[in-house]
């Protein structure tokens, strides 16, 4: 079965200052990979996501996250936060199907980040 | 605006109650999915229909249900209430069978007395 795991239930983070959320994930295979964000009483919505080929993938709003096989790892990054990206953050993966796509998708517990002016 | 939409946005019951959540999904998408949210068990998938046939299956109990009608418009029904269901409940849509990118409605944030 496929898990996410996300060790920084937290994350505190100066404006300006650089990013990294982690995400690491069980999967026999290489799986299709997302991360998701979620505002105060909104619906999660995508930032970006990984199916195969550069392992380096952009996403909206600055974020950028890198596939790391041997890591088992899928961490996101933004270089200057702003404040307005204070939100909870959610990595998932999904199994790959042969038809195309990903067949489910499990997500993490979430990291909440807190930015300070 | 994700283009899904949820009723109601909150709903407070007693225990042993039944009630009904209902997702509209995006124009065209013939997938939706069911989440519940809660602070201990995170995002848990609950169930998923591609236009009107269920098509898996999660961590859903058998006091809940759903379906999808022709229309592709999608009803979760929790029935039995326990103070254990007050969660946030998603739906999501999909244009696929198969999941990519998920558009996630705002939840309806459900509260047992």
């Known amino acids: 079965a496929q898990s996410v795991t996300q060790p920084d239930i937290h994350i505190t983070v100066s404006e300006g200052a650089s990013l990294e959320l982690r995400c690491n994930y069980s999967y026999g295979a290489t799986p299709y990979l997302f991360w998701y964000v979620q505002s105060p009483g909104q619906g999660l919505q995508l930032l970006l996501k990984?199916?195969?080929?550069?392992?380096l993938v952009q996403g909206i709003k600055g974020f950028e996250a890198e596939f790391k096989r041997s890591q088992s790892s899928f961490n996101l990054r933004k270089p200057s936060v702003h404040w307005s990206d204070a939100a909870e953050y959610f990595c998932a993966v999904g199994a790959p199907h042969s038809g195309g796509g990903a067949d489910g998708l499990t997500f993490g517990k979430g990291t909440h980040l807190i930015i300070q002016p | 605006d994700s283009g899904v939409t949820q009723t109601p946005k909150h709903l407070i019951t007693a225990t042993g109650q039944r009630v009904t959540l209902r997702c509209s999904p995006r124009s065209g998408d013939l997938s939706v999915y069911w989440y519940q949210q809660s602070l201990d068990q995170g995002l848990q998938f609950l169930i998923q229909y591609y236009n009107g046939e269920e098509r898996a299956k999660g961590n859903i109990l058998e006091r809940f249900s759903a379906q999808q009608f022709p229309d592709l418009h999608s009803e979760l029904n929790l029935s039995s209430l326990e103070l254990g269901d007050s969660a946030l409940y998603f739906c999501a849509s999909s244009t696929r069978a198969l999941t990519g990118e998920l558009f996630f409605g705002e939840g309806s944030r459900l509260t047992v007395l």
């Open positions: 990984y199916f195969s080929g550069d392992t």
